[in-house]
């Protein structure tokens, strides 16, 4: 047998199991105990109005938010890695490395409870402020080394050629090479974007009024009150809503990495 033929009949195998799986489950499965549990009706009808205008409307802003502060924070970050003093590149790799290493819930119930507790420091909007301010540190550290890699990548000829015609260092950086390594990192900053959005799930730790929750933390209140109480309806509508989020993003980042690559 040559191998094209091999590897036909190994793609044709496994079409052939993974259809049977799904025979398998689709006999054994219980369909009714599933549509009352995950997809009850009157859950859905219910709850959508909060899920979208509460939860979908909270879980955005706090991503906006801690996005434009974690990328702020980046900038200042990748631009200490790449100065010619040596405690501000030290302190900016601790930076990184540390907050690289921590969970994003570790730092969330740090800054909302441990920092409060130790200094007595309330940020702008209490616990919820606490837990974006988290999440903006744990962004910044990622997205500094992304920067960095970005700027790294910007071929040396173009700082050189800036430099030849007069231009100074800090001038040569934020009209050339910031600019152009920018256009290198749009795709994982967008993928770190859509991580940050997952993340705010986190931010239920800190305790939220009714009009602060975003979708996971009003899916499990759901899941004990409403309509759709004793069921996990509400887990599912909210996973449809990150899912109706989250595709495009991750649509959009496979489509600019791939143009990146037919440019190249």
Do not use: H
């Not at 793609?11 to 009352?36: K, M, P, Q």
């Not at 899916?219 to 509400?234: C, E, K, L």
């Amino acid at each position: 047998m040559t191998r094209s033929a091999r590897a036909r009949l190994t793609t044709v195998v496994l079409y052939v199991v993974f259809a049977a799986i799904v025979a398998a489950f689709a006999l054994v499965a219980d369909w009714e105990a599933i549509s009352r549990n995950f997809f009850l009706a009157e859950g859905f009808s219910g709850n959508w109005q909060a899920m979208v205008f509460t939860g979908v409307k909270n879980t955005i802003l706090y991503t906006i938010i801690s996005f434009t502060g974690g990328f702020v924070l980046a900038v200042i970050l990748v631009l200490m890695r790449l100065a010619p003093i040596a405690p501000f590149r030290w302190l900016s790799l601790a930076y990184i490395e540390l907050f690289r290493g921590l969970p994003a819930l570790v730092v969330i119930l740090f800054m909302a409870l441990g920092v409060p507790i130790a200094f007595g420091w309330r940020p702008p909007g209490g616990t919820i402020g606490a837990g974006l301010v988290a999440l903006m540190m744990v962004a910044g550290a990622y997205m500094a080394e992304t920067l960095r890699a970005g700027i790294e990548a910007v071929p040396k000829g173009q700082t050189e050629a800036a430099r030849s015609l007069g231009m100074g260092g800090g001038w040569t950086m934020a009209s050339i090479v910031m600019p152009q390594a920018l256009r290198i990192v749009v795709p994982p900053l967008t993928n770190e974007l859509v991580i940050l959005l997952k993340d705010t799930s986190l931010l239920f730790v800190v305790g939220l009024a009714t009009s602060q929750k975003e979708l996971t933390t009003l899916s499990r209140d759901f899941m004990s009150s409403g309509p759709s109480a004793g069921t996990a309806t509400s887990l599912t509508l909210a996973a449809l809503l990150y899912l109706a989020i989250t595709l495009p993003l991750t649509r959009l980042v496979a489509w600019m990495e791939s143009k990146q690559k037919r440019s190249r």
